[in-house]
């Protein structure tokens, strides 16, 4: 079997920073990879139900804006497959047999799933959806058959769980699913970039993010507003690079180039970190120049998002023949699951008369 890579997002909104350098920079290189058979981009619309189930619209809407986030960054429909989770049935009929392999307080053990349920301050009314989600994404990953899976670090106690009901799927019934490995960002500190005010990582729903399509106003406000050192008051001030988010950035998105460019006082990022630990350089000065640099970056990807959001007939064919091509995919994995379940009843008439034959004969022998 070939290289098969499954990824996706939760269409809650227009995507971030976070996304860009936790996995869309991945999914770029990996579709120029010719190592890899095929690359499917899901779009989670069911999983992102899970939390905004009074408010299906919301989801509806976002579908086309996360889809044209990915088309402006570069992400190619000729070399990867895009498609919308709730469109593909084979995902909630394995979610359905999956659930029999999982318990409860193993998914109260997951770290992610914790996480996000104290974020989104859920109390008595936690939905079960939601609380099983890590199910469903196994369901997602094992129905393309996926080996490959690009995910931010975040997301790595949902791939641990989805190897788990791999593993126990395949020794009850035999080998049937595919075993999927996570990849993940190189640079550490891109895993979890925090938001601009430093709190926590990059988050809609914190408010707290610079979408990929920021505007330039806006970036201009979000960027000059960022958390730096509480401590460094005056310019003369020593100024402390831990913590600081305006240099956590610069650790991400900079390099040598950018001063020769924006900022020649210095040959590169050590030298103006250097002279910020000792004190003379301002935090204005550090903030326009991380504006420079994001600005170089997101222009790019705001330009083709203005052309891509004038070809809606060529984003609803994209995103159609993908989701039709995704279904054809899963169902072929849902068939092989029953089959190894022995549940497949009227795909095999002979096996079943045939076995049915024998338990009487059997019955009649003894």
Same mark, same amino acid.
């Given at each position: 079997?070939?290289?098969?890579?499954?990824?996706?997002? $939760?269409?809650?909104?227009?995507?971030?920073?976070?996304?860009?350098?936790?996995?869309? @920079?991945?999914?770029?290189?990996?579709?120029?990879? &010719?190592?890899?058979?095929?690359?499917?981009?899901?779009?989670?619309?069911?999983? =992102?139900?899970?939390?905004?189930?009074?408010?299906?619209?919301?989801?509806?809407?976002?579908?086309? @804006?996360?889809?044209?986030?990915?088309?402006?960054?570069?992400?190619?429909?000729?070399?990867?497959?895009?498609?919308?989770?709730? =469109?593909?049935?084979?995902?909630?009929?394995?979610?359905?047999?999956?659930?029999?392999?999982? #318990?409860?307080?193993?998914?109260?053990?997951?770290?992610?799933?914790? #996480?996000?349920? =104290?974020?989104?301050?859920?109390?008595?009314?936690?939905?079960?959806?939601?609380?099983?989600?890590?199910?469903?994404?196994? =369901?997602?990953?094992?129905?393309?058959?996926?080996?490959?899976?690009?995910?931010?670090?975040?997301?790595?106690?949902?791939?641990?769980?989805? $190897?788990?009901?791999?593993?126990?799927?395949?020794?009850?019934?035999?080998? #049937?699913?595919?075993?999927?490995?996570?990849?993940?960002?190189? !640079?550490?500190?891109?895993?979890?970039?925090?938001?601009?005010?430093?709190?926590?990582?990059?988050?809609?729903?914190?408010?707290?993010?610079?979408?990929?399509?920021?505007?330039?106003?806006?970036?201009?406000?979000?960027?000059?507003?960022?958390?730096?050192?509480?401590?460094?008051?005056?310019?003369?001030?020593?100024?402390?690079?831990?913590?600081?988010?305006?240099?956590?950035?610069?650790?991400?998105?900079?390099?040598?180039?950018?001063?020769?460019?924006?900022?020649?006082?210095?040959?590169?990022?050590?030298?103006? &970190?250097?002279?910020?630990?000792?004190?003379?350089?301002?935090?204005? &000065?550090?903030?326009?120049?991380?504006?420079?640099?994001?600005?170089?970056?997101?222009?790019?990807?705001?330009?083709? $998002?203005?052309?891509?959001?004038?070809?809606?007939?060529?984003?609803?064919?994209?995103?159609?023949?993908?989701?039709?091509?995704?279904?054809?995919?899963?169902?072929?994995?849902?068939?092989?699951?029953?089959?190894?379940?022995?549940?497949?009843?009227?795909? !095999?008439?002979?096996?079943?008369?045939?076995?049915?034959?024998?338990?009487?004969?059997?019955?009649?022998?003894?």
């Amino acid at each position: 079997m070939g290289k098969i890579v499954l990824t996706g997002d $939760r269409p809650t909104g227009r995507l971030h920073l976070g996304h860009l350098v936790g996995s869309l @920079q991945n999914r770029l290189l990996l579709q120029d990879d &010719k190592s890899y058979d095929e690359i499917f981009i899901m779009l989670a619309d069911g999983q =992102a139900l899970t939390d905004n189930f009074k408010n299906p619209s919301f989801i509806r809407n976002n579908i086309i @804006q996360v889809l044209i986030d990915y088309l402006s960054i570069g992400l190619d429909p000729e070399k990867v497959t895009f498609c919308v989770q709730s =469109a593909l049935p084979a995902l909630c009929e394995l979610t359905f047999y999956y659930l029999n392999l999982v #318990t409860t307080a193993r998914l109260e053990r997951n770290p992610t799933v914790k #996480t996000e349920i =104290a974020q989104k301050k859920f109390d008595e009314g936690l939905p079960v959806g939601f609380y099983t989600y890590p199910i469903s994404q196994a =369901a997602d990953i094992t129905a393309f058959d996926a080996n490959v899976v690009p995910v931010g670090v975040d997301q790595k106690p949902m791939i641990e769980q989805t $190897r788990e009901i791999v593993q126990k799927f395949n020794n009850i019934y035999g080998e #049937t699913l595919v075993m999927p490995e996570g990849i993940y960002p190189k !640079d550490v500190k891109a895993h979890r970039l925090v938001g601009i005010d430093g709190q926590a990582k990059m988050s809609k729903s914190l408010n707290n993010c610079i979408y990929i399509s920021e505007s330039a106003e806006s970036l201009k406000t979000k960027v000059m507003s960022m958390y730096t050192d509480k401590d460094h008051i005056n310019i003369t001030d020593k100024g402390k690079i831990e913590g600081n988010v305006v240099f956590t950035y610069l650790d991400v998105f900079c390099n040598d180039n950018h001063f020769n460019e924006y900022l020649n006082d210095y040959k590169n990022l050590d030298e103006m &970190k250097e002279h910020y630990q000792r004190g003379g350089l301002g935090d204005v &000065k550090c903030k326009k120049f991380l504006l420079n640099i994001l600005e170089e970056k997101i222009s790019v990807y705001r330009e083709s $998002r203005v052309k891509w959001e004038k070809k809606i007939n060529d984003i609803y064919d994209i995103i159609k023949s993908g989701t039709d091509r995704a279904i054809e995919k899963t169902n072929k994995t849902c068939d092989k699951v029953k089959k190894a379940m022995k549940i497949d009843y009227f795909q !095999d008439k002979d096996t079943i008369v045939k076995e049915w034959e024998n338990s009487i004969g059997e019955k009649a022998r003894s």
